[in-house]
């Protein structure tokens, strides 16, 4: 049998609720890999092992009644620390919100636990998902599991970096300009940002609410439809919750993609921003895939990359400065360098510079729908390279390589990363897959026959397995 | 028929029209006399086209005469503001940058107007672009009172509130950003309403501010104000903002009792946030009075200071209008009056979190209005807080100084009708209130508007300039 | 923020914004600023960072 962390939910979930995989087994299990490895990577703020026992002992009682919640049922999960927990720290990984303790579960925090999830711990991320990969903060960055001198990418460091050791089955992400599908590219899993609106951002801590999406990072894009089932609810507590009927996240699971019409953005990653031969060669590979799966591929054009990335960093830095001006002014040093050079530019725009990203946005929102009426997906890289050293991530970050994931920001569109192959130094490449709103399930099932096509989830870290094989 | 037509309201002009008791022609050409004789004193028109309006009298005349009329507009004289695009007809915004400006379509709403049949009699004097004045330094002079011509209408929709006053035609259009449509139609003793944020398409009026310009209506009366709306309503999927909702029959409940609804009177806004003119205060309490006769439930409501939808307002408008404008005011100033360059160059100076700011702030106010208004119809505040200032003496800072009292339905997008209710002692100018409703509830307003107006005399009485 | 500004930061903002301001107007726009500084104010309530959103931004679709 394969070894219980490397499960997928969808593996796992049949033998839960069979009972022939007993939640408390399957706890107890990945808490003592994050204690036997998350000393070297990073990924947890704070585990929570007492609190996570009780959960799966009460899992495990519901499920032996015969209460079975569903699929999530008995899974252990991880949450960004920036994700509420009622009476547990959430912190931001700031000095700022070292002691804050919020008095109620985000949206998202109860639906998971409703649905029977066993929460492991809060995970690490950029400071106020913002400010990284930053080594002056109260607790150290993410380290990249598949080579631990290497950069998990952010903001949501930790949950990609768990994910991909194994040190829980499922994790919570944020994307305000990237942060679910950068670390689901460098760490080498699944990670959805879903349409703007499907899932609720109440009890989040802000960034930049109309980028704002919170979202689920996992294995493969399969689990990632499962953690989709209990996550797109409408919530009435936030004011940008879409009020919509359920994509059909179950339904989907169950279609091939034969048929469907494939754009790629090629212009994005062969002229608007400098991309590594490895990455290009990994798209060009997984068209070839997506043709034998039956799929139409041809190119589409879209504004160029440097037209979404100018309208996102204006609005991101007005709304994450309106947020953070207060305690910006009055606590400075309670920010990470990272973190307050970014927040601080926001003081720098003038509201028509806003007022203009904003009637920009509504332009290339008009743009891209255009360019659905002809395609169901579009395919282009998440990150134009593999995992940097940690360190270097600064270097990575210029106008000559204009992000891939802010575009689907700007439009709300639901946007996967999927990992499309390994480099020649043994890190994973890159593939996003992005669609219509609220067509997540589709896009997930785009993302997912492209795994079941391809053996690349098979592989774990190797670096990872030599040290847990030393270590066991 | 005998009399003045053009002192008819669009009520009882269409039901002569439809009774081929009145034609079309007749109503235009009495309309376009009234214009002659006194555009000289109000400068109500921008761009005054009687021989269009005449053609499109006789063609309404022809399709009246062999089948009927198309509604209730059907042969109405109607003038447009003139920031309301006009296919073939300049539309200046009142402006010398625009001077030369003729649009090759008609905004949607005009096209509506046209296709109701009403008859377009031009384009009317606005503040330019629907926030510098009343100004000296444009290319034509501003509108005057037709109350006492030494006044200001109010603004922006000034030619559209003077012109209606004095029967140079039966209705215009307005758009409303902040005041602009109920401050002319206080000042002027109209009815005039900006409807729910959503319902008119704005595509083709030229924009002030995108999240908080409305189009709308303003006529004599408020039954009026109904017919004509009806005519300007439509989905326009081509305004993002514009909403996709049932229409109902603005006038369908226009005869129903008002007895046992609710109106809750905004006492402090127009007593002490700010305080309005005593012969304001007096009308108000007399409306008051009118209703509890009308068998209504008056209840006082506490909303958020004033001054906080005003500041709401103000940076949202200005941020808006300098992000339209500031490519033109860099480039060539001096094309811009005074007035309107210093207050949209004021949006200059904001940052990006003041705006961001400014919207979080109006999603509170929101909410709290909304909770204001659980069991009640209708709110009633001051229409404008002081009756028709001296034109030569209007502050260009007034809206800093002191907090606006319609732009918290520009700031909440509910709809909010403002409708005569007297003439202050002495001067005979007129005093108005506002009555705001629910989203989407035009119709509740309109037959509390409705019933006020027959309860009371207001309407029989117009400017004297008329019996001159 | 205070509810004053110096001439000096006044022509800042002016510069920054490009725009030209007649010398005999000055005085008038830097008094006028400063109640719209009282109003940047006014729109500045303490909240926390899990305050209610800005506004809501609506994909094609919704």
């Not at chain 1, 979404?308 to 920010?335: N, Q, V």
């Not at chain 1, 896009?443 to 270590?471: C, H, I, M, N």
């Amino acid at each position: 049998m394969t070894a219980l962390h490397d499960l997928t939910i969808a593996e796992a979930a049949p033998l839960l609720k069979a009972k022939k995989l007993s939640p408390v087994e399957l706890t107890a299990s990945y808490l003592s890999r994050i204690e036997a490895f998350d000393g070297q990577l990073n990924a947890f703020i704070r585990v929570l092992p007492e609190q996570a026992m009780a959960a799966a002992r009460k899992a495990e009682g519901e499920i032996m009644r015969g209460d079975y919640k569903g699929p999530l049922h008995g899974v252990p999960i991880g949450l960004k620390d920036i994700y509420n927990t009622k009476g547990i720290p959430t912190t931001g990984h700031s000095a700022l919100y070292k002691d804050h303790v919020p008095e109620e579960d985000a949206t998202t925090t109860r639906l998971l636990a409703e649905a029977g999830t066993i929460l492991l711990g809060k995970l690490s991320t950029w400071e106020f998902a913002i400010g990284g990969t930053s080594f002056d903060l109260p607790w150290p960055p993410a380290k990249n599991p598949w080579n631990l001198a290497h950069d998990p990418a952010g903001s949501s460091s930790g949950s990609g970096a768990a994910i991909a050791a194994g040190l829980a089955m499922g994790s919570m992400g944020t994307d305000t300009g990237g942060s679910i599908r950068g670390p689901a590219a460098w760490c080498g899993i699944s990670g959805l940002k879903p349409t703007y609106g499907l899932v609720s951002r109440r009890g989040i801590l802000p960034l930049s609410f109309s980028l704002d999406h919170g979202g689920p990072m996992c294995w493969t894009s399969e689990d990632c439809a499962l953690m989709m089932e209990v996550l797109a609810q409408h919530d009435p507590l936030d004011p940008g919750s879409a009020d919509v009927a359920k994509p059909d996240f179950a339904g989907s699971r169950q279609k091939d993609v034969k048929g469907l019409r494939i754009g790629v953005v090629r212009h994005f990653f062969e002229s608007d921003a400098e991309t590594d031969p490895e990455i290009k060669a990994g798209i060009e590979a997984a068209l070839v895939t997506f043709r034998e799966l039956g799929c139409a591929v041809t190119d589409v054009t879209l504004s160029p990359l440097s037209a979404y990335g100018d309208a996102a960093a204006l609005i991101s830095r007005s709304e994450a400065f309106a947020f953070h001006e207060e305690t910006l002014m009055a606590t400075p040093e309670l920010y990470g360098e990272l973190a307050r050079q970014r927040i601080m530019m926001g003081a720098f725009i003038r509201a028509c510079d806003y007022v203009n990203a904003l009637r920009e946005r509504g332009r290339l929102i008009a743009e891209i729908a255009s360019v659905f009426e002809s395609v169901d997906v579009l395919i282009c890289p998440t990150m134009p390279g593999v995992a940097p050293k940690l360190g270097d991530l600064g270097n990575m970050m210029s106008r000559s390589r204009p992000s891939f994931t802010r575009v689907f920001n700007l439009t709300g569109s639901p946007a996967l990363s999927v990992c499309s192959g390994f480099s020649t130094a043994g890190l994973p490449l890159n593939m996003q897959i992005v669609g219509r709103p609220f067509q997540d399930d589709l896009v997930l099932r785009v993302g997912s026959a492209f795994e079941k096509a391809t053996s690349y989830r098979d592989l774990r870290p190797a670096q990872w397995a030599q040290q847990a094989l030393a270590a066991e | 028929m005998t009399g003045d037509p053009t002192l008819l309201t669009i009520r009882e002009a269409s039901t002569l029209i439809a009774e081929r008791k009145l034609s079309p022609v007749e109503l235009t050409k009495a309309c376009i006399a009234r214009t002659e004789a006194l555009d000289a004193t109000l400068s109500t028109y921008v761009a005054f086209t009687p021989e269009l309006a005449l053609d499109a009298a006789r063609a309404a005349e022809a399709e009246i005469g062999t089948s009927g009329p198309r509604g209730p507009m059907h042969g109405i004289p109607v003038g447009l503001k003139d920031i309301y695009d006009t296919a073939g007809v300049a539309t200046t915004a009142h402006s010398n940058l625009l001077k030369s400006r003729v649009p090759a379509e008609d905004a949607f709403t005009v096209t509506k107007l046209r296709e109701s049949g009403a008859v377009i009699t031009g384009k009317l004097g606005t503040f330019e672009f629907a926030i510098g004045g009343p100004s000296f330094d444009l290319f034509t002079l501003p509108a005057r009172n037709p109350w006492d011509p030494a006044r200001t209408t109010g603004g922006s929709s000034s030619g559209s509130g003077a012109a209606v006053a004095a029967g140079m035609v039966l209705g215009a259009t307005g758009s409303d950003t902040g005041a602009s449509i109920r401050s002319p139609s206080s000042l002027c003793g109209l009815a005039g309403i900006k409807p729910t944020y959503g319902l008119l398409s704005r595509r083709g009026i030229l924009p002030l501010s995108q999240s908080l310009d409305h189009a709308g209506p303003m006529c004599w009366t408020v039954e009026d104000a109904a017919l004509m709306l009806q005519a300007m309503v439509g989905h326009d999927p081509l305004d993002p903002a514009c909403a996709d909702v049932a229409v109902p029959d603005f006038t369908e409940k226009l005869d129903e009792t008002v007895k046992g609804k609710t109106i809750g009177v905004i006492r402090h806004f127009h007593e002490t946030d700010h305080e309005a003119a005593p012969p304001v205060l007096a009308a108000i309490e007399q409306a008051i009075a009118v209703y509890r006769s009308l068998g209504c439930v008056i209840k006082e409501v506490t909303l958020p200071p004033l001054m906080d939808f005003a500041a709401v307002g103000l940076i949202i408008m200005s941020s808006e209008a300098f992000a339209i404008h500031e490519a033109d005011l860099r480039a060539t100033p001096e094309l811009y009056g005074e007035i309107a360059r210093d207050r949209i160059s004021m949006g200059g100076l904001l940052t990006g979190a003041d705006y961001v700011q400014a919207l979080r702030r109006r999603q509170e106010l929101c909410a709290a209005v909304a909770e204001a208004m659980i069991g009640v119809d209708v709110l009633l505040t001051a229409g404008s807080p002081f009756p028709a200032q001296p034109i030569d003496n209007v502050p260009k800072w007034l809206m800093y100084q002191k907090p606006s009292i319609t732009m918290p339905f520009n700031v909440t997008g509910l709809p909010a009708l403002a409708l005569c209710a007297g003439y202050e002692p002495g001067t005979g100018l007129p005093v108005a209130m506002q009555l705001v409703g629910h989203p989407f509830a035009e119709t509740t307003v309109f037959q509390l508007g409705h019933a006020y107006e027959q309860a009371t005399q207001w309407r029989a009485t117009r400017p004297a300039l008329l019996a001159a | 923020m205070s509810e004053t500004i110096s001439t000096e930061a006044f022509q800042v903002l002016l510069d920054r914004a490009g725009i030209r301001v007649k010398p005999e107007h000055m005085e008038e726009m830097r008094s006028a600023f400063m109640l719209l500084q009282a109003m940047r104010e006014r729109v500045r309530k303490p909240r926390g960072y899990d305050a209610e959103p800005a506004h809501i931004f609506a994909p094609m679709g919704r």
